[in-house]
């Protein structure tokens, strides 16, 4: 078999350019089927023990497979997706409801309530309490200007 010649579109360019090679319209179809039935999965479930290998079997797809879709159509990764979700539900948690902190933790998929705690605070920048203490002073002004009680979510970082 004779190299891809130059010009051709899937020939890897030089890793200073950070070019991808061209993919197939099947190729990005698929992996985007793959995301969007992995990111159904998790939000859903995203309080149970899911590992990638398992969402990879419940899709039909190789490990590595729903790798690459996480990557190159969620430009995130699985773990990190898992997480944002299970603190997005955290935050609606603290903001709507008298649950402790260990309460939801659990709710959300944590057995570690300082484990939570700490990835919580990395992704809204604020330990739990806080950010229940923030949100509980602003609901009437929100109330008031028609806006959802739950701060904005900053992306991890």
Same mark, same amino acid.
Do not use: W
């Given at each position: 078999?004779?190299?891809?010649? =130059?010009?051709?579109?899937?020939?890897?360019?030089?890793?200073?350019?950070? &070019?991808? %090679?061209?993919?197939?319209?099947?190729?990005?179809?698929?992996?985007?089927?793959?995301?969007?039935?992995?990111?159904?999965?998790?939000?859903?479930?995203?309080?149970?023990?899911? /590992?990638?290998?398992?969402? #990879?079997?419940? &899709?039909?797809?190789?490990?590595?497979?729903?790798?690459? /879709?996480?990557?190159? &159509?969620?430009?995130?990764?699985?773990?990190?997706?898992?997480?944002?979700?299970?603190?997005?539900?955290?935050?609606?948690?603290? #903001?709507?409801? %008298?649950?402790?902190?260990?309460?939801?933790?659990?709710? &959300?998929?944590?057995?570690? %309530?300082?484990?939570? #705690?700490? #990835?919580?605070?990395?992704?809204?920048?604020?330990?739990?309490?806080?950010?229940?203490?923030?949100?509980?002073?602003? %609901?009437?002004?929100?109330?008031?200007?028609?806006?959802?009680?739950? =701060?904005?979510?900053?992306?991890?970082?």
């Amino acid at each position: 078999m004779s190299p891809l010649p =130059p010009s051709h579109p899937q020939r890897r360019q030089p890793a200073d350019d950070h &070019v991808r %090679p061209v993919q197939r319209d099947a190729t990005i179809r698929h992996r985007a089927s793959l995301f969007a039935e992995a990111v159904a999965i998790l939000e859903a479930d995203y309080a149970s023990e899911l /590992s990638l290998n398992d969402v #990879a079997r419940r &899709v039909a797809c190789s490990r590595r497979q729903l790798q690459r /879709s996480f990557a190159e &159509v969620g430009q995130t990764t699985f773990r990190e997706h898992l997480a944002a979700v299970r603190m997005d539900r955290a935050a609606e948690l603290l #903001a709507s409801g %008298p649950m402790t902190v260990r309460e939801i933790a659990g709710q &959300v998929g944590y057995r570690q %309530p300082a484990q939570f #705690a700490k #990835a919580f605070r990395r992704h809204h920048g604020s330990a739990p309490a806080a950010f229940r203490r923030s949100v509980a002073r602003r %609901p009437q002004a929100a109330h008031d200007r028609g806006e959802s009680q739950v =701060p904005e979510v900053r992306a991890a970082a």
